[in-house]
């Protein structure tokens, strides 16, 4: 059994937190990974507040385990969203996007464990400054938005930078990447894309497919033009975005070029409109199965892993 300070924190039983990925992170997939063990996020995205709200009360029905909320700091609800996740005395929330201070306050009267999401030592220190309870550090490797550093350079940085629990994301896929993050200086992981083939996870089978067959240089990086750089699958959309990027087109108009494209991926299958988010780990996951699956063999490997290690050292 694997035991870490973010287990205690969170009241969980592993050091597994599934990803707060918008438009697919719903209470069903959020539920199934809380009764797994590990935390489950409802990703509140771009989504209004009568949405989230209404996921988080189908996650209070579909498990009794403790779970969290996503909230994209940039979204136009995000003022609203924050006032709901105390309202409903959510557990948990995680953030991304954006710096959540002005909310901090209200979150940590109400009781709630704020983590968020950081790619970069200056956003650690401020956020561990605003009381955060623990930290993500989310490597570059990672599906949606991204940063500069990869996971094995932001963990430790983040980890020599602040007194929190550091939980490493990007590129986790498996038990050898889960102990490299404890290694690295984490007391846990984030994972995204590997729950896209659970089971329980309501993407189109068309993105399920895209996953199973990715092979290892199968995402690209687009956005950055805008500021905003994205990690997704090399589809048609992402190939057409990418040259867009790099014409003449205006911001305003490149901007609309992505409208609606996550959605179009994860409700239709769409490949030709479709933006298909995915991590470079996608290349590691290439079965469908149960999020207690995917929980308890990711911590059981993990273990082996971590009990074999002396063999290398002589």
Known sequence: MINTPITRLLGIEYPVIQGGMAWIANAHLASSVSNAGGLGIIAAGNADGEYVRGEIRKAKELTDKPFGVNIMLMSPHADEIASIVVEEKVPVVTTGAGNPSKYMKAWKEAGIKVLPVVASVALAKMMTRLGADALIAEGGESG????????????????????????????????????????????????????????????????????????????????????????????????????????????????????????????????????????QVAARVNAIRKSEDIVKSIVKDAEEVLRGAGKWVS
């Open 144 to 279: 949606g938005h991204v940063g500069e550093l990869t996971t094995m350079v932001l963990v430790p940085l983040i980890a020599d930078s602040t007194d929190l629990p550091v939980i490493a994301a990007g590129g986790i896929a498996d038990g050898r990447a889960m102990a490299a993050s404890f290694l690295l200086g984490a007391v846990g992981v984030q994972m995204g894309t590997v729950f896209l083939a659970a089971e329980e996870c309501d993407i189109h089978p068309v993105y399920k497919e895209k996953i199973l067959k990715a092979g290892d240089l199968a995402t690209m990086v687009t956005g950055k033009r805008l500021g905003h750089p994205v990690r997704s699958l090399r589809t048609e959309f992402a190939r057409t975005y990418m040259k867009a990027e790099y014409s003449d087109i205006d911001d305003e108009s490149l901007e609309k070029l992505g409208v609606g494209a996550l959605r179009m991926a994860v409700k239709e299958g769409n490949l030709e409109k479709g933006c298909f988010l995915s991590g």
